[in-house]
């Protein structure tokens, strides 16, 4: 299963090096077939995920946005996640507002041993994404027009 | 109608005239050597990639250009090979910000786009026949290299030059590579020195105005040119000041964030001078007539 | 005596310890008041306080940091004050807090929308308030006009019209209008659907100039200079002047005041686009409300709930996958 | 008005505004004050609207031949695949701006171009660096004004040597009268325009309420101070740090005032990029951003707000007319004023100059 319904999505996932990282290897390896629409950030802790993250994500490009990091209490750096949690909560308040879905982002716990359960979190959401549909985007000033050109001949 | 309203005459409305040279516009060139001169510093060696404009090019001591890194943006450095030895055009760039450090990147091959030459020059003109003091500084050597070379190259227009050059270290010295050359030579008289004692070091030691107060250079017929850090330019003046030297006989030249480099775009102007046009080569005497805000 | 020949005299009497006491006077505009900065008794009779003294001077603390100084605010700006001291971004013992009981301010924007075309607010020669009226004085003739009105939409959901830690309180307390702010105006704008929403910025923002009012005004943007904006690598944003950037910018400005908007209004009025901008940031400070029960300025006792957390959070209910 | 000889003059009836706009907007941009939320703003004509003119545009119409922010070139990276390690580069300039008529502006945005001109046409280098890009718009751009008739209390063109009515800079200039507007064109570009049958022959009656109305308007302005001696008041004053400071207490660094400002030219060079291809963005700038000055090493030749007040005041009233045959960089719109969420009021600081200096 590469891609749900005909045309791949844009789904930026920030992931924790210590569980959600090793977890989406542990389904990796274990050859749990996943669909391909996510891709994928490794950061140290979910605590370094700056808010901005997501929102530069969902505003430049990306029609969903998923974070993952250890589950609460067991972070690598103890507290990380805890602060994390906070912020991700407070963010997702601002999408409504922006006139953004807020199912366009969402946040979970997976931890390095659980590669089914990773299956499953990247299943649901590229779903939930699919059932979206491509995200709205603002528009950018036309002078920037020229970023979208490759190579010249 | 104010008085104010009836005295007002309104400037000539502008014309475009078709064929108007774009000054933004940069001439693309290509690094054909790169120099490590020190572990901040590196000098870089272009020629323009149209021929015939790399063979028209001209340009006077002391001239500045924009070199830019696209998609990173612009920066200023002087022209530091002299307009008497035209195979390329050399600038030394220390690293400091987001343009300095993309240029550092740049190997043989690549290409940099330049906007040159600009701003004004060294008064070569009028210090002919007359004693010339070269004092640099670290980077600050790279303006002066450019002049320092082209008298050299105009030997015979001149009077005595001598060269103060000091850094911190000898680490810390671009063009090490060129310093036997010019401290080997008769007809200039080369004092180098450095901040602090260092192995292996067999010139002068100590910091510039100290060591340029030792030589007691005689300010008649002179022309003491100097670049530097603005610390070292501050005291270095003083020092010239306590020799006697006149204001008008003592040049620097001055730094400044610069964007268009043709007096347009409004940021490096000292009161009513733009550094872009109006310097960045100041006499003593010229800086001293400006507000003070250095 | 009057609250603002009070305020006056206590100006005066605080000058001693401090360097200065930033407060109101009148501005070049009838309806615009513009800071005053007392160093001198005699500064201090050019103070006014009052319906126009709408500027929240809490903006101008952080500069004068290690030295003392002396500041008026209304309930709002005492939020911002509060805000600031919690954050540790001022000394308590470095400023002296005057406070008084805030009737409300005018909102100049209001005032162009009720003269529905009259004239330009910018032609009224004077203005002054008579009852729950205000008189203006333009090229026409007088034009009277209710002060609910053209009262600020801050000062309607009011809850704190007397500063709150003030060294010194000048007047008798006011009792706030309503007993909760209910975010009616979020409530009213998430109503509508999503794509109206966006086309709703995508319009308002593509009036920014991108002159930074809203963060320079704004009293917890205490980065100044070096905010994250202008920052070129990382490069948040480019330079260029398309509404997504500025939007971006708007969503820079609300998350970094997620916890810490006091709600003062001072982003909105300065933006001389007139760009709703504080509704994002009201959008979450209802959420912080919600979630921590903490409201900036006020709640201060404890650490700022964005630089805190607990084990079990009773409020934040986490996706079940 | 009375020093500009008029080339032409028509009147036209407020009914077939919309027409003649729409008939002016065939092949060009027609730019008028339109409201926006709650603001006026010059914006792109759009047919079956009115200009709107019961209140004064929040901004100036600078933006029109100096775009907020434009592209003036673009690069993209050769490739060749025959020969890998030759790198070329291709560079782009931007497409010819169109034509464009500005109509309903201000007398004084009209005026804010005189800071321009010099400049973009190359004063300041002897004409050897000219700004193609501002020059080819100004050649483009025909500018309509629109006779004010009561002062904002933040206006003070007269002391700049403009006037509510005044032509200057424009190519025509346009009056309410009952019923209808008179327009009177005092360049050929302005008398090209007034060529269309949505326009009427005016009569020397119309003519003469127009010059009353302007009349009048001069009249509703309150005196004007002489700020002959500002150029050396604020020169003299240039290291008085405690002036300054107290000047510039209230100011809060944003670049409202500027950006708002007819005059203030000043623009920042950026790129932007993807890796391959890319562009150099000319973009507004303002010296009251602690950056503006800010070296790649740190240093910083006007650190606080102070410096970037007096750099902004005394560019306006010192700096540029000591180069520039004495004219203002300053047309007196007052929106800087009117803008500022903190009303720093310029002629209030080149009034406190004067007399700082001249009590010294």
Known sequence: ?153 | MSDAASSFVAPPRPRFEAGTANPYLPMPATVIEVIRETHNIKTFRLVLQDEKAMREFHFEPGQVGQLSMFGVGEATFVINSPPTRKEYLQFSVMKAGEATAALHTLAPGDVVGLRAPLGNFFPYERMKGKDILFIGGGIGMAPLRTLFLFMLDNRNDYGKISLLYGARSPQDMAYSYELPEWTDRKDIDCVLTIDREAEGWGYRVGLIPDVLLGMAPAPDNSVAVTCGPPIMIKFTLQALEKLKFSSNQIFTTLERRMKCGVGICGRCNIGGKYVCVDGPVFSLAELKELPDEL | ?321 | ?360
């Not at chain 3, 700006?77 to 009737?103: M, W, Y």
């Not at chain 3, 970094?256 to 909105?268: P, S, V, W």
Request: glycine share 8%; aromatic share 8%.
């Open chain 3, 1 to 321: 005596m009057s609250i603002q020949e009070e305020l006056q005299a206590v100006i005066k009497e605080a000058l001693p310890d401090v360097s200065c006491v930033i407060g109101w006077r009148e501005g070049p505009e009838p309806l615009r008041a513009a800071p005053l900065f007392v160093r001198t008794p005699a500064d201090a009779d050019a103070f006014r306080s009052g319906y126009f003294a709408v500027n929240n001077p809490a903006v101008f603390l952080p500069e004068y940091k290690g030295g003392k100084v002396g500041v008026v605010v209304k309930g709002c700006d005492a939020r911002s004050v509060g805000q600031l001291l919690a954050e540790g971004l001022i000394r308590r013992e470095e400023v002296k807090v005057i406070g008084f009981p805030c009737n409300g301010v005018i909102d100049v924007d209001k005032v162009a929308v009720a003269l529905a075309g009259a004239c330009d607010p910018g032609e009224i020669q004077a203005a002054r308030e008579e009852g729950d009226e205000l008189v203006l004085t333009t090229p026409s003739g007088e034009i009277r006009l209710r002060k609910t009105a053209v009262t600020a939409d801050k000062c309607g959901r009011c809850l704190f019209p007397n500063a709150l830690d003030a060294d010194v309180f000048v007047g008798d307390t006011l009792e706030p209008a309503v007993s909760a702010d209910d975010y009616a105006d979020v409530a009213a704008f998430e109503a509508l659907s999503l794509e109206k929403r966006m086309d709703f910025w995508e319009q308002e923002m593509s009036r920014c100039v991108r002159c930074y009012a809203c963060r320079n005004a704004c009293p917890m943007c205490v980065c100044r200079e070096h905010c994250v904006a202008l920052s070129r690598d990382p490069r948040w944003l480019t330079q260029s002047d398309g509404v997504r950037d500025k939007m971006f910018f708007q969503i820079i400005h609300a998350s970094h005041l997620a916890g810490r908007c006091t709600g003062c209004g001072e982003c909105q009025r300065a933006c001389p686009a007139r760009i709703p901008v504080l509704l994002l940031k009201r959008a979450l400070s209802r959420r912080v409300e919600d979630l921590f029960a903490y409201r900036a300025g006020v709640d201060v006792a404890g650490p700022p709930p964005l630089l805190s957390f607990a084990l079990e959070e009773p409020k934040i209910k986490e996706r079940d996958w």
């Open chain 1, 1 to 153: 299963m590469s891609v749900l319904k005909g045309q791949e999505l844009r789904i930026i996932g920030f992931l924790c090096n210590w569980c959600s990282y090793g977890g989406a290897d542990t389904a990796g390896i274990g050859r749990f077939v996943q669909p391909t629409d996510l891709r994928v950030v490794r950061v140290p802790c979910s605590g370094r995920i700056n808010p901005l993250f997501i929102m530069k994500a969902l505003l430049y490009g990306a029609d969903g946005v998923l974070v993952s990091g250890c589950h609460p209490r067991d972070c690598h750096y103890a507290e990380g996640n805890f602060y994390a949690r906070r912020r991700l909560e407070v963010i997702k308040a601002l999408l409504p507002a922006l006139g953004i879905d807020p199912r366009r982002f969402e946040y979970t716990w997976v931890s390095a041993s659980e590669g089914r359960r990773w299956q499953h979190v990247v299943e649901s959401f590229t779903m939930q994404i699919h059932d979206l549909g491509p995200a709205r985007r603002l528009p950018d000033a036309p002078e920037l027009d020229v970023l979208k050109m490759v190579a010249a001949e």
């Open chain 4, 1 to 360: 008005m009375s020093e500009q000889k008029i080339v032409s003059r028509k009147f036209i009836s407020l009914g077939y505004l919309p027409a003649w706009l729409e008939e002016l907007a065939l092949g060009r941009t027609v730019y008028v004050p339109r409201q926006e939320g709650r603001t006026v703003l010059y914006r792109p004509f759009v047919p079956g609207d009115l200009p709107e003119f019961s209140r004064r545009p929040a901004e100036s119409a600078k933006h029109v031949l100096f775009p907020r922010s434009e592209g003036l070139f673009s690069f993209c990276r050769k490739g060749d695949p025959g020969a890998p390690d030759t790198r070329g580069l291709l560079l782009s300039e931007s497409a010819e701006p169109g034509q464009a008529v500005i109509f309903g502006a201000l007398s004084c945005d009209a005026r804010g171009f005189f800071a321009f001109d010099p400049v973009y046409d190359g004063c300041g280098t002897k004409g050897i660096a000219k700004d193609v890009y501002y020059l080819k718009r100004r050649e483009n751009t025909a500018l309509i004004v629109k006779a004010c008739k009561t002062p904002l209390s933040t206006c003070f063109c007269h002391w700049t040597g403009g006037g509510p009515a005044s032509a200057q800079g424009a190519d025509a200039l346009a009056t309410d009268l009952d019923g209808g507007i008179l327009l009177q064109a005092v360049t050929k570009k302005g008398a090209a325009l007034l060529e269309s049958a949505k326009l009427s022959p005016a009569t020397d009656d119309q003519e003469a309420s127009a010059r009353a109305a302007h009349e009048a308007a001069v009249k509703a302005m309150p005196s004007s101070p002489s700020l002959d001696g500002a150029p050396e008041a604020l020169l003299g004053l240039f290291d008085n740090k405690a002036f300054w400071h107290a000047q510039s207490a209230g100011c809060l660094s944003c670049g409202a005032c500027t950006y708002l400002c007819p005059t203030c030219y000043c623009f920042n060079l950026t790129d932007e990029s993807n890796g391959i291809a890319g562009t150099r963005l000319r973009t507004w700038d303002t010296c009251m951003s602690a950056l503006f000055t800010m070296e790649a090493s740190g240093h910083n030749p006007r650190r606080d707000k102070a410096a970037r007040l007096k750099n902004r005041v005394g560019h306006k009233f010192s700096y540029y007319p000591r180069i520039h045959d004495g004219r203002f960089s300053c047309c007196g719109c007052g929106r800087c004023i009117r803008s500022c969420p903190s009303s720093v009021d310029i002629r209030q600081i080149v009034l406190n100059a004067l007399k700082e200096n001249a009590d010294v």
